[in-house]
């Protein structure tokens, strides 16, 4: 893999949409060599498998008895003549980019209905509407089943061992995170209906009442009944697959939100706003698609980002982890300076939002932020600081927090709605290792305890919640201030948006700790000005694949004039303490 | 009437617990995209009929019923100075969604369908360019 990046590639064939994505059923199997061959811009094809093309009625199934397009194994063996790995995927949700969202059209029969009220459908980048159809219809569950049965049978008879992701659409929305799963339509509420008789009659068994008496009550048990299902198909698909199941992970589709279907059906495309859900689906850990999007709005600043940042970076980090060369080891991933951790990445109730926590982190660190699903197994990443809210703590949970201050990390502790037990606890620790804790009343009262590298600083996010978003910001810059992060200072530029990346150093680089790379785009229409200041611990490498952008370095600074669509990327030898 | 002449504005009737049923919008776009949040809820701010009770974020209301609803979407019309603006309940945008197979149909079914406004303003302004030019 290079260390710089290659040239940004001009016109793509649809079949290939985007993202190394090969779809197959667009084209006749005769044509598979000679399109697999003529594609040079990864050995790893990413083949989501089409459901609905491999049978009408959910009922029998075609992988190549009748039709030479429905062979998986060949696709597979065809691409292996041509040195190229296939990566399956299977959609445990609707797919936006396929006809009734990939499901045979006999079984799509109940339309889903978004959080909007407005039926989920989603516009493909020949101009069709897919609708996506219900999950929570029985009768499709039973029929994906089958799906499932069949595919994992064709892979075992023919002998097919390449991996199988197992994926989550979904779509950003006022930066929401939205899987294509959830459903309010009347077969939802039917399911739930159901859910609950049983719910009554166990209670009843147990000689136990059964009421709901509180909203919370009731969105809690939706909920509940929501994840059942969901965690039924993600664990059958597991299940049924496991002899090639490698990972799971969520797709998120540029151009998917259901709210943005008629202004895209006005053939308005919102190119910033594509760039900016790139860049939090990075930080959420979500592979971006731009399958959904004409190939026309996929130029300028947008495509070098989906080149260098998804196909590039996220993919290949994601896809191929443990199994690298030594020379991908050496590739560039996301600098992560921040963990936050989350119950729910799709929940809209998160606590750090309401206290501008990513607000904050995307304007003055440019995305070094990683949302962590607190049960996530750890990943290797350069986190400096992890952010803990209160009621994530449980005893998993602040065994981990104090392992990470005694191992010389920081953490940052919101103690509100922190169970009573584990104040107790931190207390206890405190007194127990006599440790000093320094209380300062800004804002709220902050208290912070060091322990040779370790910090772990908490406070109320309660005391914050009320105040101005201006103050609340101010708060952040404080308390990250006092932290020893290395760090450039980005000024100017508003809608200019930058991605820091992280390599280990090279053998002839051995001065530095680590390279970082960090790319600025403008992908608005307008000319941008932006300054970047660099510490005295960073030392300006080189400057790379400056489009649209003329470059003025001075000592420690260096100044971008980007015309509309510009974009450079421009590397730092960091030099550790 | 093409889609380049109209704003369409879908809506939704929220019933709370305490304080019954009201309108809000929810999406609004023209051939520019999705209409700006901050100008919609200025707009709504100027309005007589705003409140802040009951505001739900996201979204622009609350209405008390079809009849402010429909005064704002005049406003809202002349502001962004469109002939027409199509208002939709998001049960009607939902069937034109589910109808239309294309991009085309559904800009087809959505100009023809819908509650539709006339910005007489606009009427009285294209007459008047016209003459002079």
Known sequence: MQLTTPEFRGDRDYVFPGENHFLYWKTSSSLWNSKLAEYQESNIIIVPINWAFHSDTGENYDFGEHRPEANLAKLVQTAKNNGKEIIFLVAITPSPFLPNGGIPHLLARNISISESNISTAAIDSEGRINKMFSFFDPRLFKNYVKFLEALSGHFSSTGVDVDVWTVTNCY??????????????NTFTSGLSRFLSIKMQEAEKKGESFQISSQEEEQNLRKEYYDSVYSLYAETAREHLSANWAGHFNMLFLGGRISNIGARAFEVDDVWQYCHDVFRGLCDGIITSSILLPLGVKRGALARILSELVEMTAIPNLLLSGRKTSEEEMAFRQLELFSIYEKDLFSIHSGWSSLHLYKFLSSNYGHTYRRVLVNEQDHPSSTQIHFFTGDLVDEK?????????????????DTSAMNNEFVQKMELFVLENNLQVERVNFMAIVNNISLGDGRLIYFSGEALASLPSSKILSFWEKIVSTFSLYHCQIVGGDGVECFWRTRPSLAAELSYSEVRRVGL??????RKKVKLSFMKNFALMKIVDETNAKVVSRQNEIEVDFSPNGSISIDFGVFGD | MNYHDIVVAVYDTISSENAGQFNYFKVIFDDSGEVDLLLLRELYKDSSMASAENAIPGMIGPFADLVELNRYALKLCEKVEKKQICIYSVDEYSAIIEKASTTEEFRELIVTNGNKIENLDYSKKGSFFKKIF
């Open chain 1, 397 to 413: 949970i602040f065994s981990r927090i104090l392992e990470i201050f005694m191992n010389g990390g920081s953490v940052i502790l």
């Open chain 1, 521 to 526: 785009y403008n992908p608005t229409s307008y």
């Open chain 1, 172 to 185: 950003y929305d006022q930066d929401v995170l939205y899987s294509y799963f959830s459903d309010y339509s």
